[in-house]
């Protein structure tokens, strides 16, 4: 069976049968298993948890979430490695393997009530911060979430007010989630090495904010207009805002009520200002 640690050998079985890691699939494989095993330490796996991976890759992922007991629905869009991922999961007990796009999936379904709990994967860089907004959108979104993911897409998820960081998906994961960076994973863990360093970021789920489904679209869509202009202060970013529009000088006053500076920019509030502002906007 191939080794998933080996360089060697995954280049010679890459060679062997024609596949090419493909930039805009982001296939960088993941081969250092110390990375691998804090990953799975930071998931905090139980055996029997319900876990969707994305992107399968090579598998290494795969094989570690089944050896820690978790029952695993894995995802991967190249046929190629589609075909090898058979051969070597198909009839392994608590594996699902899907083909398919993880741009495609419904997630409200895959984390509906009773079925996968944890998002855990080293997320193709070219779809991962696309999957991680829909998975955190859902109305029943993950509980855990262990990602690999590029380091400064990781720092937007943790950054707080008045960081260059700060936008719109910063504000939408932490109203959801406590987001941490447990350690970075630099290039040469990877084949091929990507041009970045990247990091193991972890979503754990909170009920501090909690609100019925249709005002967190109504407070996710306000947040993401806001930014639109993040340059601009909110009075004037918010203005012919279409159904957010509202005059400057009552943005001003609603600023002050929930204690930011009637000139703030977007990316200066708190999450428990936006949260106060969302209530207040069009009330």
């Known amino acids: 069976m191939l080794n998933l640690h080996s360089p060697r050998e995954i280049t010679a079985f890459l ?112 779809v991962g911060t696309r999957v991680v907004v829909e998975a955190s959108a859902a109305p029943h979104p993950p509980q855990h979430m262990t990602l690999l993911l590029q380091k400064e897409v990781c720092e937007r998820f943790c950054a707080k007010e008045n960081s260059p960081d700060r936008g719109a998906l910063s504000v939408w994961l932490q109203q959801r989630y406590d987001v941490a960076i447990e350690r970075d994973v630099p290039p040469s863990c990877f084949l091929p090495r990507p041009d970045v360093v990247s990091s193991v970021v972890t979503l754990r789920r909170h009920f501090r904010h909690e609100m019925p489904y249709p005002e967190l679209l109504y407070f996710r869509e306000l947040v993401k207009t806001a930014f639109l202009h993040r340059r601009k202060q909110l009075a004037s970013a918010m203005r012919g805002a279409g159904k957010f529009s509202l005059p400057a000088e009552k943005i001003r006053a609603l600023l002050l009520s929930v204690g930011a500076a009637p000139d703030a920019r977007a990316e200066a509030l708190a999450l428990e200002q936006w949260l106060a502002l969302a209530r207040q906007w069009n009330a």
């Open 15 to 126: 060679n062997a049968n024609g596949i090419h890691p493909s930039k805009a699939l982001g296939q960088n494989f993941l081969i250092d298993r110390n990375m691998l095993d804090c990953i799975i330490a930071a998931a905090d796996i139980l055996p029997g948890r319900k876990v969707l991976e994305i992107g399968t890759g090579l598998g290494v992922l795969t094989e570690a979430l089944l050896a820690a007991g978790a029952e695993a629905t894995t995802v991967e869009k190249d046929v190629r490695l589609h075909a090898y991922l058979r051969e070597r999961f198909e009839g392994r007990p608590r594996c699902n393997l899907v083909f398919g796009d993880a741009l495609a999936l419904d997630y409200a379904a895959l984390f509906a009530e009773g079925s996968h709990t944890h998002l855990i994967s080293n997320l193709p860089y070219s």
